[in-house]
């Protein structure tokens, strides 16, 4: 089939949007337009397949993971990477636009090329830009995504290797990426596919930007600490297989760094359980710190020397690099939070940044629109409620606990809410000791795949007697469901009461604001004193869920002036900020001041 047929790009982009390709119906004569819009490589055979453009076709840009690519819209594709490599091609001067055309790139744009003058060349070229789109002037996006989930020998299954890769696969794709997916790879297949991959970010210039996601097992080396990515052959018996069975980290920074591309993602959430080796006493966990060359960053699902949890990583981070209106640096910060609070700081990942290049990965300019929380479902009762609880408790309704300090609790299921792919449980346990120094709490725990990823066993306390804090379950008021713990004491008369709002988020509870509810001098109100009552009703906004308002309200006989309080969501510390502040013990000074000074 020759490449200049009519249907030949039309047959392409039917087949990736609808199903077989179309069959060619003659030749004709081809436009400006149409060389410009030529892909990379040969059309594809009627089963779909892409045969080779040349003996270095998996080098190329053109060559994408056949499964990735038929999620791609195949306009986009065809017209954009075609026009990218052309605009590229167009700025070298004289015969070596030709020789990389004939060479490198080998589509039917080097035989006019070839033929033509430098200003049939000029032309041609100019032609191509004004039919590119606003897009294609961005930088040049190549992903590899690699999933190692089936191991030989003695390394465990990474069950959720596949799903991890999808979800940052899927991310790249969304934000303009050329994304090759490869899975399960032996040492030498991994070596070939992160060479071909390393090709090609290099031959796409100065431009590109190279991002390399690895998810499987690795491990350092117990006497050098060098850090390896393994081959799902791998069998590790002696220290020595794993420069046998794997490929070095520092190593595959170097050949990266090399390439002078403008920003080098490597992202490695690899950080799994490994077996000792022989002669040593026990393995080393986790990866030892690879530094970051210039214009690269490197990401740990989890901090140096320590072991991730399957299936927190991954989503957090595809989540943040969709986000707009972040640098890509800051998306792995917020990623490297997030993760922190989802697991209460039992997985902290690490991140080496020397980015020079300011990049994106979606927009840069932060969307007029909040975006929605993420969905949930608030579990009061039912098998959902029941399984969580056994999880962490291993009993289905109540369990007994015991602290360090020696003391027994009775521990309850409250509720939970669920998220995506973990459910949130909260339980409160009351403590058998009835004392008034006694005191029974409130827990929460994170559950993903019957796995608990974060705890937090001391949520909130009671007053004591025993009795776990006095809560009331709000939705509605912020994203997620709050509680909301009441907490006071009562001292010669004088009543005082707060309630601390803790949000159930899928980062992890997170105290949003303490807020004073009640003041009350009625016990303390003697001879000719009046007593002074403030209540304050906490009301959720109609517009915002970054602001609630409380309603101050004096209900008493002496009077004050009542106040509508905001409080606002402050991004920085996570916490709701008042607009103005209730001095303590405010209703004590108006009652004393209500029968003016005694001394007078």
């Known amino acids: 089939m020759v490449p200049g047929r009519a249907g030949w790009r039309l047959g392409r982009v039917a087949h990736l949007q609808r199903g077989p390709p179309l069959r060619p119906r003659g030749r004709r004569r081809r436009s400006v337009a149409d060389h410009c819009r030529a892909p990379v490589g040969h059309p594809p055979d009627l089963d779909g397949r892409w045969r080779p453009a040349g003996p270095d ?138 060479n071909a991959f390393r090709r090609k970010v290099d031959m796409a210039g100065p431009d590109a930007v190279a991002f390399v996601y690895y998810t499987g097992h690795g491990a350092q080396h117990p006497e050098s600490g060098d850090s390896y990515l393994l081959g799902v052959d791998a069998e590790l018996v002696a220290a020595s297989d794993l420069a046998f069975y794997g490929l070095d980290m520092q190593t595959q920074r170097d050949g990266f760094a090399a390439t002078g591309a403008r920003a080098v993602f490597m992202v490695f959430d690899a950080c799994r359980n490994v077996p000792g080796f022989s002669g040593y006493k026990a393995a080393v966990k986790g990866l030892s710190r690879v530094e970051a060359k210039p214009d690269m960053l490197i990401a740990y699902a989890t901090g140096l020397d320590d072991v991730a949890k399957e299936g927190v990583y991954a989503p957090v981070l595809a989540e943040e690099i969709r986000r707009p209106g972040q640098k890509a640096e800051d998306a792995f910060a917020a990623a490297q939070r997030r993760v922190a609070g989802r697991t209460n700081r039992s997985q902290l990942p690490w991140t080496n940044n020397l980015l020079y290049n300011e990049f994106c990965f979606a927009a840069c300019e932060k969307p007029a ?209 008042p607009d103005f502040v209730i001095e303590p013990e405010t209703c004590i000074g108006l009652m004393f001041d209500a029968v003016g000074d005694p001394a007078e």
């Open 369 to 577: 629109v909040t975006e929605r929380p993420e969905p949930f479902e608030l579990v009061m009762s039912g098998t959902e409620l029941d399984r969580a609880f056994n999880t962490v408790y291993g009993k289905s309704d109540k369990a007994v606990v015991k602290n360090d300090d020696g003391e027994t609790f009775d521990v309850s299921p409250a509720f939970a809410v669920q998220f995506d792919d973990y459910i949130a449980l909260v339980s409160k346990a009351q403590n058998r000791e009835d004392a008034h120094v006694s005191a029974g709490y409130v827990a929460a725990h994170y559950i993903k795949d019957g796995e608990i990823i974060g705890e937090w066993p001391n949520l909130g306390f009671g007053n004591g007697f025993g009795m776990p804090p006095d809560y009331s379950l709000r939705t509605g008021l912020l994203n997620y469901p709050t509680m909301m713990v009441q907490a006071g004491y009562t001292a010669q008369g004088y009543t005082a009461s707060l309630q601390t709002l803790i949000e159930i988020t899928p980062d992890g509870p997170k105290v949003r604001a303490d807020v004073e509810t009640l003041e009350d001098t009625s016990g303390a109100a003697y001879d000719d004193l009046q007593p002074c009552i403030l209540e304050g009703t906490i009301q959720a906004s109609r517009t915002s869920s970054d602001v609630f308002y409380v309603d101050y309200r004096y209900t008493g006989p002496i009077k004050g002036e009542d106040r509508k309080v905001e409080y606002r969501l402050d991004p920085e510390t996570g916490k709701y900020i």
């Open 57 to 194: 076709h998996r080098d190329l840009p053109g060559h994408t993971d056949r499964a990735v690519r038929r999620s791609l819209t195949g306009t986009a594709v065809a017209s954009r990477r075609g026009l990218t490599i052309r605009l590229a091609s167009s700025r070298v001067g004289g015969s070596d636009v030709a020789k990389r055309l004939k060479h490198f790139w080998r589509t039917i744009l080097a035989r006019p090329v070839l033929a033509r003058n430098n200003l049939a060349r000029t032309v041609l070229a100019c032609a191509c830009l004004l039919l590119l789109p606003a897009a294609a002037f961005a930088e040049t996006r190549l992903g590899l995504v690699i999933s190692q989930t089936n191991y030989s020998g003695d390394l465990s299954r990474v069950g959720s290797a596949s799903q991890e890769a999808d979800a940052i696969a899927s991310a790249l794709i969304d934000t303009g990426f050329d994304v090759t997916r490869a899975h399960d790879l032996s040492k030498r297949d991994l070596a070939t596919t992160l």
